[in-house]
């Protein structure tokens, strides 16, 4: 069947067709439409004007380079070089700047928005990012409200992303559209991403597009890089906080022609201070030394060819465990204390090429690949652990505009996966090879009706997984949409990746049978309303997605507490996300965003429904951020509430080595001000201000070579207040 369907993707893709134009959306700094702009192709009659909604259609130039200059009597006109026809349509966001004399009339950009695809779609900007200190990937997300992160235990300092109340196993983590955040960096692949050489975070909730993989259950969260032709010539970032981490980004931008372009990126993460301010004899986070090194290329022709490359490496050293355990010195197999230790080394690329096709201004073929190296290994009390991994991804797409309405994507996807992870006595070996094909095809009419239909093949283990998805927006207005989509998901289990708490623990682990691939459906429906309040802009959004699985593989407690299982499950597990969101511009510069978030996940077997450990059934944001009107001073205010969270049973244990079976609900506040200067910026802050700490996310801390040691309750902040000043400085 897969070679039937390849057979006709080639024949499909030398079919011949004919282009019509690039369909631009012109918007303002705060992403309304611009009315009445004009478009032209710099020193041509070839033009056009915006309607009320923003968009134009103008016909492709003679030949490539090409300027196309976009003009506004109340914007600054805007000149954009296009070296091909790879898009189908283009997005520009003019900015509102008028100079009359000495004064300056300036509207501010948004932190975040969600784009006019019929996918909704959260972008992350940076103005966004740099209202906390966002060191890395995992720290980013402090003021979002769709995505949840949370600690895997109370020794290592793991992180995992959670979509709709979901284990971050069932959210796709790309970087510029690679996945190179999956198996064993699903681990702490977080902290390997700096927050400072972020340029935008995309968040997708639910399935997504097919064109990415099958692999997105929960959602997708796909990153992007800085731009070497779109970002500073040199940036230097320093951080230091009161527990003496530190932290150091120097970015250096260099533009070696008209059409190659490269920055280099450096991050340094050192942290070696002791800490256990919950006094259970274990340091709350681990010391940390970490260096990754990334190169990043862009490549643009005067013949249409456009060409992306990264390679980065990261070291990593992470030591936990008791406080006064000599780390590098004492050594693992002795019951001299209980210590832990995990070095990283990993190296990975990914790159795209694209251009339009010869003679076809609308067509056009791209490839994107990726390539991972990664080592780790250390140990955890007595038990060592070594894992290494060997993954690729090819993707190749073909785009064709074949009428006004309709855009079709198409081509073939191959990934090869070799992961080996070795714990004490346990090894798990995956290797997998997984060609696929999908075609996708975009019907927008008007900016008012939209689908995106998709659906891919890929076959895995001899069997061929179908995965549709589909996806609708509907405008009521220019300022009210309605977004619904339905899709199904499967990946394979990395149980060790996936579970790291349980290596903090002395349980052992019990696999029954070869597990099955999990699978899922997802449905969504999201309401977005933009309004005027009191004269002052505002967004409200309204989400409901439900996500049925078949197949979940849980860690199962339930026999013995000393033990986990993991087996196929033959019940029913569900997760019901509904999440309500208000922002408004109060006054002039000062804006509030509220957020709450109502969570059901749960399982159930032969009549007995049990709620999935450690998620909030109930979660509440409010945001305040203010900044002065000539720009050089802001400040953010963040509050976080979390509802209790269900705790797993420890009834059967011994009384010493019980836990309730909830959590407290607890308040979380974090704030930062930030003075700007022409290059120089200080930020100044603090997270966790009311200093809340979870007591007891450790069981069995006074023996830990016992077997009801388990580092896994962990759900609550185990660090207390942190204060931190930081500089950033660059020059254009």
């Not at 060819?305 to 030591?319: A, D, F, G, K, P």
């Not at 001899?462 to 009210?480: A, D, H, I, Q, W």
């Not at 009801?708 to 660090?719: A, H, K, L, V």
Request: hydrophobic share 35%; with cysteine.
């Amino acid at each position: 069947m897969l070679r039937i369907l390849l057979t006709g993707f080639a024949l499909f893709f030398v079919t011949e067709f004919f282009g019509q134009g690039l369909r631009v959306q012109v918007l303002g700094d705060s992403a309304q439409p611009v009315e009445f702009a004009g478009i032209a192709w710099l020193g041509t009659k070839n033009a056009a004007q915006t309607d009320e909604k923003g968009l134009a259609f103008i016909g492709w130039p003679d030949s490539f380079p090409a300027r196309l200059v976009v003009l506004h009597t109340e914007f600054v006109t805007d000149t954009i070089l296009l070296t091909d026809s790879l898009k189908k349509s283009l997005t520009v966001r003019m900015n509102n700047v008028k100079t009359l004399g000495q004064v300056n009339i300036t509207e501010k950009k948004d932190g975040n928005f969600i784009s006019y695809s019929p996918i909704k779609t959260e972008i992350i900007t940076p103005k966004e990012l740099t209202k906390m200190a966002c060191c890395n990937l995992g720290e980013s997300f402090e003021t979002n409200a769709s995505v949840d992160i949370t600690y895997k235990d109370a020794v290592t300092g793991s992180k995992e992303i959670q979509i709709l109340g979901l284990s971050g196993a069932y959210t796709l983590l790309l970087t510029e559209n690679a996945p190179l955040l999956s198996g064993l960096s699903q681990t702490y692949g977080l902290n390997s991403v700096p927050g400072n050489q972020i340029n935008a975070i995309h968040i997708v909730k639910g399935p997504g597009t097919v064109i990415f993989g099958h692999e997105a259950m929960a959602g997708m969260v796909n990153v992007d890089l800085k731009d070497p032709m779109n970002t500073k010539s040199l940036f230097v970032n320093a951080y230091l906080d009161d527990d003496l981490r530190k932290e150091l980004n120097i970015d250096k931008k260099w533009k070696l022609n008209d059409q190659l372009s490269t920055i280099f990126m450096i991050h340094a993460d050192h942290s070696d201070k002791e800490e256990d301010l919950n006094n259970d004899g274990f340091m709350d986070m681990p010391m940390l030394q970490s260096v990754s090194l990334a190169s990043k290329w862009k490549y643009l022709s005067k013949q249409g060819t456009i060409s992306q490359n990264t390679i980065r490496y990261l070291y990593e050293q992470r030591m936990g465990g008791q406080t006064g355990f000599e780390h590098g010195e004492h050594h693992h197999d002795t019951l001299g204390g209980w210590g832990q230790e995990l070095t990283t080394n990993k190296l990975d690329f990914n790159g795209r090429i694209g251009r339009a096709l010869k003679g076809k201004k609308e067509h056009s073929i791209g490839f994107q690949y990726s390539g991972v190296y990664h080592s780790q290994y250390g140990f955890y009390g007595l038990r060592q652990y070594e894992g290494k991994e060997v993954n690729g991804n090819l993707r190749m797409i073909y785009n064709r505009r074949w009428n006004e309405y309709n855009s079709l994507d198409a081509g073939f996807s191959y990934r090869y996966d070799d992961t080996q992870e070795t714990f004490d006595t346990l090894t798990i070996k995956r290797r997998e090879s997984v060609p696929g094909v999908f075609i996708e095809n975009t019907f927008n009419k008007n900016q008012i009706l939209a689908f995106i239909a998709g659906v891919r093949a890929d076959l895995s283990d001899g069997k061929v997984f179908l995965t549709p998805r589909l996806s609708m927006k509907y405008s009521f207005s220019e300022n009210f949409d309605l977004r619904a989509n339905i899709g199904t998901g499967w990946k394979h289990s990395y149980i060790l990746a996936e579970n790291p708490n349980i290596l903090a623990s002395s349980k052992v682990i019990l696999i029954h049978g070869d597990l099955r691939p999990q699978e899922s459906v997802n449905t969504g429906i999201s309401l977005v309303k933009k309004f005027k309040w009191l004269y002052r802009k505002g967004t409200f959004i309204l989400d409901a997605y439900h996500t049925r699985f078949r197949n979940m593989v849980i860690p199962d407690y339930s026999f013995d507490f000393t033990e986990v299982h993991f087996a196929n499950f033959n019940g029913k597990t569900w997760s019901t996300a509904i999440q309500a969101e208000f922002s408004w511009e109060v006054i002039k510069n000062l804006d509030i965003k509220l957020a709450w978030k109502f969570l059901d996940v749960q399982k159930e077997k032969d009549g007995n429904r049990e709620e999935l450990p450690f998620i909030a059934r109930h979660r509440v944001l409010a945001t305040l951020y203010y900044e002065t009107f000539n720009r050089k001073w802001n400040a953010s205010l963040t509050t976080q509430w979390f509802g209790k969270k269900r705790l797993p049973y420890t009834l059967f244990n011994p009384v010493p080595f019980r836990r309730p079976d909830y959590s407290d609900p607890y308040f979380k506040l974090n704030m930062q001000v930030n003075r700007i200067w022409k290059r120089h910026e200080l930020y100044l802050g603090s997270e966790n201000l009311l200093n809340f700490i979870q007591k007891d996310a450790i069981i069995s801390s006074a023996n830990p070579y016992g077997p009801y040691f388990d580092t896994s309750f962990i759900w609550g902040p185990t660090e207390g207040r942190k204060i931190y000043l930081g500089w950033r400085y660059h020059i254009d």
